[in-house]
């Protein structure tokens, strides 16, 4: 098997210092399916990262719908400043391509989606013990197709973008003739998404917006997840 | 969802099958009075099984199998069981058996003392009285006894199944389960000394799940000629699918004498029948050896550290799931009985809970995918 090298140097696991990141040392001390392999630390600039490279073993029956093994090695990243969910890499070179990952650029590790909630809510009843067995929860979930709730929302094609685009439900009829539309866009709060309605314009009207163009793409059925990889 | 469970006993066995319609097949007890002590590492397989019967309001099991008489089977199990030949165990707590499951060695078996001789006078009880007993194979003793009782063999035809048949009373269609007689066979308590673990029970159990065929072979304290027998046998009669396993309870405690006639250095080499029965392991298969910790070094008593490499290089080489220890589940300290489901997915060796159990703040599972 192959493995995607961990990011940063190696460290002690008794030279850890971020507290989330000790709390996931202390839980793996006595979690019977878990394995600690190192640990890791990288810094740039202001950032500072600590690197937790584990085993899991998730609960697995025999007939799989996605390749997730009985052991998967995982990289766990805790950021200083808690600014947002540590981070889970699947470090198997082959780890499939599933829902519930965030995008990620060619030739990096898939990057697991823990939570629907965001992080500032899940810091709130966060525990070292708890996000392993979240981790193993996912591996399992997603082992068996079950991961995704039957009334969630489809995962979003490409996550870099937080705006939403309204549009008039006459652009999806199949007789709709070619329209030249304008956005107003209505943030709730400063540098928050933009939600964008659009509406019918008169293409002899100038305008000195910047124009937007609707394409309609018709593709076959396809399960729902980010984009393979990042452009 | 099926579950077949496990308990850490130590070297000895005590398994049960909880079907989807509630129904309890318990094979064998080994209760061990050390293991009532917090210290020690066994279950307390009185006060588990008790609480557990409790818990789902019932008073019994409605199979008790004992595959065989030795005491790792059956200790103190005369202590926790309602038996019907005699009023000393017939106290109110007592478990109730609803079909009893024996060898017939288990009633033809001369010079037995303690527990053994307990369960040989029940089994031959409910043999007399024509109920709750199910006896596996008819050696011509058996036949002889019954005349000696004043019965017929065929009076009591009913109560007993051969090796090659499947056991009544439990169907797919019904039960989600069948059972297949592997052995014993009539000639294993016919001779002139009855070898107990020669005329074990072995039974090949196939749930049906939603239509999912999963399939248990449960062999008790058997050795490599009886498995070499068993597969030539069941071959010879075209029914490789009743050797097939998606779950194997490992004979005897992890003893190489279960896969072949010498230990080795470090890799136990299985005789070639036995090798094959290995090599039935279907893709995330299971093994389970109910037995101590493999140890790291050389012993006399099983587990042996070299049929547990036999064992563990079969599920690899099948890509099977695990060769799992019942004494190593989780922990060796504290091992947890040792629990698979079988669902329309196959079987799931459960770790819920293994993994961050008690500092978890959160009641509900989290839900992945960025609401962002």
């Given at each position: 098997m192959?493995?995607f090298?961990?990011p940063?140097?190696?460290?002690?696991?008794?030279?850890?210092v971020?507290?989330?990141?000790?709390?996931?040392?202390?839980a793996?001390?006595?979690?019977?399916c878990?394995?600690?392999i190192?640990?890791r630390?990288?810094?740039?600039?202001?950032r500072?990262?600590?690197?937790?490279?584990?085993e899991?073993?998730?609960?697995l029956?025999?007939?799989l719908v996605?390749?997730?093994?009985?052991?998967?090695?995982?990289a766990?990243?805790?950021?200083?400043?808690?600014?947002?969910c540590?981070?889970?890499?699947a470090?198997?070179?082959?780890?499939?391509?599933?829902?519930?990952?965030?995008s990620t650029?060619?030739?990096?590790?898939?990057?697991?989606?823990?939570?629907?909630?965001?992080?500032?809510e899940?810091?709130?009843?966060?525990s070292?013990?708890?996000?392993?067995?979240d981790?193993?929860?996912w591996?399992?979930?997603?082992?068996?197709?079950e991961?995704h709730?039957?009334?969630q929302?489809l995962?979003?094609?490409?996550?870099?973008?937080?705006?939403?685009?309204?549009?008039?439900?006459?652009?999806?009829?199949e007789?709709?003739?070619?329209?030249?539309?304008?956005?107003?866009?209505?943030?709730e709060?400063?540098?928050r998404?933009?939600?964008?309605?659009?509406?019918?314009?008169?293409?002899?009207?100038?305008?000195?917006?910047?124009r937007m163009?609707?394409?309609?793409v018709?593709?076959?059925?396809?399960?729902?997840?980010a984009i393979?990889?990042?452009? | 969802?099926?579950k077949v469970?496990?308990?850490?006993v130590?070297?000895?066995d005590?398994?049960?099958i909880?079907?989807?319609?509630?129904k309890r097949?318990?094979?064998?007890?080994?209760?061990?009075?050390?293991?009532?002590?917090?210290?020690d590492?066994r279950?307390?397989?009185?006060?588990?099984?008790s609480?557990e019967?409790?818990?789902?309001?019932?008073?019994?099991?409605?199979?008790?199998?004992?595959t065989h008489?030795?005491?790792?089977?059956?200790a103190?199990?005369?202590e926790?069981?309602?038996l019907?030949h005699?009023k000393k165990?017939?106290?109110?707590?007592?478990?109730?058996?609803?079909?009893?499951?024996?060898?017939a060695?288990?009633?033809?078996?001369?010079?037995?003392?303690?527990?053994a001789?307990?369960?040989?006078s029940?089994a031959?009880?409910r043999?007399?009285?024509?109920?709750?007993i199910r006896?596996?194979?008819?050696?011509s003793?058996?036949?002889?006894?019954?005349e000696?009782?004043?019965?017929?063999?065929?009076?009591?035809r009913?109560?007993i199944?051969?090796?090659?048949?499947?056991v009544?009373?439990?169907?797919?269609?019904?039960?989600?389960v069948?059972?297949f007689?592997h052995?014993?066979?009539?000639?294993?308590?016919?001779?002139?000394?009855v070898?107990?673990?020669e005329?074990?029970?072995?039974?090949?159990a196939?749930f049906?799940?939603?239509?999912?065929?999963?399939?248990?072979?449960?062999?008790g304290?058997?050795?490599?000629?009886?498995?070499?027998?068993?597969?030539d046998?069941?071959r010879?009669?075209?029914?490789?699918?009743?050797?097939?396993w998606?779950l194997?309870?490992?004979p005897h405690?992890?003893?190489y004498?279960?896969?072949?006639?010498?230990?080795g250095?470090?890799?136990?080499?299985?005789?070639?029948n036995v090798?094959?029965?290995?090599?039935?392991?279907?893709?995330g298969?299971?093994a389970?050896?109910?037995?101590?910790p493999?140890?790291r070094?050389?012993?006399?008593?099983p587990?042996?550290?070299?049929?547990a490499?036999t064992?563990?290089?079969?599920?690899v080489?099948?890509?099977?799931?695990?060769?799992?220890?019942?004494?190593?589940?989780?922990?060796t300290?504290r091992?947890k009985?040792?629990?698979?489901?079988?669902?329309?997915?196959?079987?799931?060796?459960?770790?819920?809970?293994?993994v961050?159990?008690?500092?978890?703040?959160?009641?509900?599972?989290?839900?992945a995918?960025?609401r962002?």
């Amino acid at each position: 098997m192959t493995w995607f090298p961990a990011p940063g140097d190696s460290m002690e696991p008794e030279a850890l210092v971020l507290d989330r990141a000790q709390e996931v040392r202390e839980a793996l001390a006595w979690s019977p399916c878990t394995r600690l392999i190192e640990t890791r630390q990288w810094a740039s600039g202001d950032r500072y990262e600590e690197v937790l490279v584990v085993e899991i073993a998730p609960e697995l029956p025999q007939d799989l719908v996605h390749d997730i093994r009985s052991q998967e090695r995982l990289a766990l990243g805790f950021e200083r400043g808690d600014r947002r969910c540590p981070r889970v890499l699947a470090l198997r070179i082959d780890f499939p391509h599933v829902p519930h990952l965030y995008s990620t650029p060619t030739g990096e590790p898939r990057w697991l989606c823990l939570y629907e909630d965001p992080w500032a809510e899940v810091r709130l009843r966060w525990s070292g013990a708890g996000f392993l067995r979240d981790i193993a929860q996912w591996l399992s979930r997603t082992a068996v197709g079950e991961l995704h709730g039957a009334d969630q929302p489809l995962e979003p094609f490409l996550l870099s973008g937080l705006d939403v685009v309204v549009f008039p439900e006459a652009v999806f009829a199949e007789d709709s003739p070619p329209r030249l539309y304008v956005a107003t866009g209505v943030a709730e709060r400063p540098d928050r998404p933009v939600t964008f309605k659009l509406e019918a314009a008169d293409e002899n009207q100038p305008s000195e917006a910047n124009r937007m163009y609707v394409v309609v793409v018709v593709g076959q059925p396809t399960v729902h997840g980010a984009i393979h990889d990042s452009p | 969802m099926v579950k077949v469970k496990f308990y850490p006993v130590g070297n000895g066995d005590c398994s049960q099958i909880i079907l989807a319609n509630q129904k309890r097949l318990l094979f064998d007890y080994c209760h061990r009075r050390k293991a009532e002590d917090k210290d020690d590492p066994r279950i307390d397989l009185h006060k588990a099984l008790s609480d557990e019967l409790t818990a789902a309001k019932r008073t019994g099991f409605d199979v008790v199998a004992l595959t065989h008489l030795d005491d790792d089977h059956i200790a103190n199990s005369t202590e926790f069981f309602f038996l019907e030949h005699a009023k000393k165990y017939q106290s109110a707590w007592r478990k109730r058996i609803g079909e009893l499951w024996v060898p017939a060695a288990a009633i033809l078996e001369k010079g037995l003392t303690g527990e053994a001789a307990v369960w040989r006078s029940e089994a031959r009880h409910r043999l007399k009285e024509g109920k709750g007993i199910r006896v596996f194979s008819k050696p011509s003793k058996l036949a002889d006894w019954l005349e000696s009782e004043g019965l017929s063999l065929e009076q009591r035809r009913h109560l007993i199944t051969d090796a090659g048949r499947l056991v009544p009373g439990f169907t797919c269609e019904r039960d989600g389960v069948e059972f297949f007689v592997h052995s014993p066979f009539a000639k294993h308590a016919d001779g002139g000394t009855v070898l107990r673990n020669e005329s074990a029970l072995i039974l090949h159990a196939t749930f049906d799940v939603s239509g999912r065929k999963t399939r248990y072979l449960m062999v008790g304290d058997s050795s490599w000629e009886i498995l070499e027998e068993i597969v030539d046998i069941t071959r010879a009669r075209s029914r490789d699918i009743r050797l097939r396993w998606d779950l194997y309870n490992v004979p005897h405690h992890c003893s190489y004498l279960a896969l072949g006639p010498e230990k080795g250095k470090d890799y136990t080499k299985p005789v070639a029948n036995v090798k094959w029965l290995l090599n039935q392991c279907q893709q995330g298969g299971i093994a389970v050896s109910s037995s101590d910790p493999i140890p790291r070094e050389d012993t006399n008593d099983p587990p042996h550290r070299q049929a547990a490499a036999t064992y563990r290089k079969a599920i690899v080489d099948n890509q099977g799931r695990k060769f799992a220890v019942t004494m190593e589940h989780l922990s060796t300290q504290r091992p947890k009985v040792l629990e698979i489901s079988v669902g329309a997915r196959g079987v799931t060796l459960m770790q819920a809970g293994a993994v961050g159990v008690s500092a978890v703040t959160s009641s509900r599972a989290p839900r992945a995918g960025s609401r962002r």
